[in-house]
C-alpha cells in the first residue's frame, strides 16, 4: 500500500503598535492606541477644542478624520491652532442704527456678519462708513478677517416747496422754491395789492379756497394764489341818498330827516346811519 506524509505549516502574522495623542488645543479617540495585525484598518480622529481648528497630523496628513491600514508602528499627535479672533465696533450712527446695538463684538476668523441699516422716521440711510470708507450698499455683509468699526449714515427726507407768483398780489413767502425735510408744516396766507382781493389757491393742480394754507410737507407742492379784482357795487335807488365807494369804505350821505338801513346781497344789516356816516 502507498502511504502519505501530511506537513502543517505555521505563518506568523506580525502586530503593530498605534499610538495617538493630542497637542494642546483638542483631543483624539486615544481609546484605538494598541496592537494590531498588519492590515487592520483603524480610523482616527482629532477633534479641536472651542476656539481652535485642526492643523494637522505629524506626519503631514491634514485630514482630521482618516483610516490608517496598520502596516507598521504608528506614533501620531494631532496639532491644533488657535483661530485667530477679531473684533468688530458698531457706533450709533448719524440719524440711523444697525440692525445690531451699540458696541464691541468678538468673532472667530472668516465667520460672515451681515448689518442692515434702521433709519430714523423722517430719514433715509445712504452709506455705511467702514474702517474709514463709504459703502453705499444697504445690505452689509462683512467676513471677519481683521478688526471693523462700522457707522450708519442717513439723511433727512427733502421735499420742495414751489411757490408761482401772480401779479395781483404774492404770500406771506416770495414766490420761488423752498426745501423741507420730511414731516415739516408750511402755513401760507395770501396778500392781495391794493384793489384786489384773494380768490383761490392752486396746490398741485387743484384749487383750495380756504385762504390760510397749512402743508405737511410729506411730498412736493407747487403752490400758486390767485387774485381777483375788489369790485364792490352799490345799487342806490333813492334820489335823494348819495352813496360812494372807496376802497372797503362805503360813505353815505343823507339829509338829517332821513334814516336809513344798509344790507349787502345775502341780505345782512351792514349799515345803519343818520345823517353822514362811514357805514
Known sequence: SMGYVVTQTFVTVPEYSLYIYADYGGSVNEEVNGSYPSGTEVVIEATPNAGYRFQSWDDG????????????????MASFKRI??????IYEGEHCQASMEVG????????????????????????????GKGYSDTELSLTMDQDYT???????????????????????MAPGNYEYS?????????VADKDYLFDYWTVNGENVTDSL?????????EVQP?????NVGVENIFDNITVEVHERTILVEASSELDYLLYDQVGHLVGKQLNTRSA
Open 61 to 76: 496628513d491634514t485630514h482630521a478624520k482618516r483610516t490608517l491600514i496598520i502596516d507598521q508602528d504608528y506614533y501620531l
Open 84 to 89: 485667530p479672533t477679531y473684533e468688530l465696533t
Open 104 to 131: 464691541s463684538y468678538t468673532y472667530n476668523e472668516n465667520e460672515v456678519v451681515t448689518l442692515t441699516p434702521i433709519a430714523d422716521e423722517g430719514h433715509f440711510f445712504t452709506y455705511w462708513i467702514v474702517n
Open 150 to 172: 462700522v457707522y450708519p449714515v442717513a439723511q433727512a427726507i427733502k421735499h420742495m416747496l414751489v411757490i408761482l407768483p401772480d401779479e395781483f398780489g404774492q404770500t406771506n
Open 182 to 190: 420730511e414731516g415739516e408744516e408750511v402755513t401760507l396766507y395770501p
Open 213 to 221: 394754507l397749512v402743508l405737511v410737507m410729506d411730498k412736493d407742492y
Open 226 to 230: 390767485w387774485f381777483k379784482p375788489n
